[in-house]
């Protein structure tokens, strides 16, 4: 079992699911008050029972029980496993609760879940999905980034639910936000929140460009831009590159920097271009 402590309220157990989007796989956070007797559980994870085995022993070994589950938002890497809430007799907590397929109560932008010992305020930060919430831990003033901001690398702006606009907005609130080190989804704790934010405000914008070059180096569609902007990257995370790159496209459509054709039959196209 890969369980590690990072603070007198939280530990980690790492999930068995790494892959090039998941990096060493999914973060499974455990909070609560030393001595208290019950943890939150942050992000589930995948449903494997060997995750399940090592979260029920990282638990026991903290002579706790459960007391609450929270996702940072419905990606089924984050929320596959919530349905272990029902085994634990607990509740689940979710910005949009109709994403996830079992009863679970809302939390909504700003509201505080206190269990444990622990108090999480929800921070609502959509982009990456649009329920996505970023999470304050009140006794530490770390936060819980789910897939805003990864340890590592950057994320994905996962269209249509994803949202470039929105993904720049809630990077921005995250760094009002001033905390003390962000634990992210996957990867390594980021000790240094206001760089990593700095770095991927930074991305994003070289990416955008580059986005309006390959357009207007003559790039159409969204693959086209994709295998020019993202010749960098390995071509296995080509899928997600290009739902970011439609979330690019969007964005610009909506700022009328750029337009989308139109077919023959008068609908809309997958055909961009520079206005
Ligand atoms: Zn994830």
Redesign the pocket.
């Known amino acids: 079992m890969t369980l590690t402590r990072l603070d007198e309220v939280t530990n980690v157990v790492l999930a068995p699911n790494p892959s090039p ?2 990096l060493d796989g ?1 973060n499974t956070y455990l909070l609560g008050a030393p001595g208290c007797g019950e943890v939150i559980v942050v992000d589930p994870g995948p449903d494997l029972l060997q995750h399940r085995q090592a979260v029920d022993a990282a638990a026991a070994g903290m002579d706790a029980t459960i007391a609450a589950v929270v996702l940072t ?1 419905h ?1 089924a ?2 929320a596959e496993a919530a349905g272990w809430a029902t085994d634990w007799g607990v509740q689940v907590w979710t910005f949009t609760p109709s994403f996830v397929q079992l009863p679970a109560a809302p939390l909504h932008d700003g509201e505080q879940l206190t269990r444990a010992g622990v108090t999480l305020e929800a921070v609502h930060t959509p982009g990456h999905a649009s329920d996505h919430l970023c999470l304050r831990v009140c006794q530490t003033d770390v936060v819980l980034s ?2 805003h901001v990864l340890g590592r690398g950057t994320t994905v702006v996962a269209w249509p639910d994803g949202d470039m606009a929105a993904y720049l907005a809630s990077l921005r609130r995250l760094a009002a936000c001033d905390a003390t080190a962000l634990y992210p ?2 990867g390594p704790v980021l000790g240094d929140p206001a760089a990593a934010i700095a770095r991927y405000l930074a991305h994003r914008e070289k990416r955008e460009a580059a986005v309006l070059a390959a357009l207007a180096a003559g790039d159409a569609t969204p693959a086209q831009v994709v295998v020019r902007v993202y010749a960098d990257v390995d071509p296995v995370l080509h899928p997600a590159a290009e739902r970011t790159v439609r979330a690019q496209l969007a964005k610009l459509c909506n700022e009328e920097r750029i337009t989308r054709a139109l077919d023959p039959g008068g609908g809309e196209s997958d055909s961009y271009r520079v206005r």
């Open positions: 989007l998941t999914t938002h990606h890497d984050h789910g897939d989804g996957h």
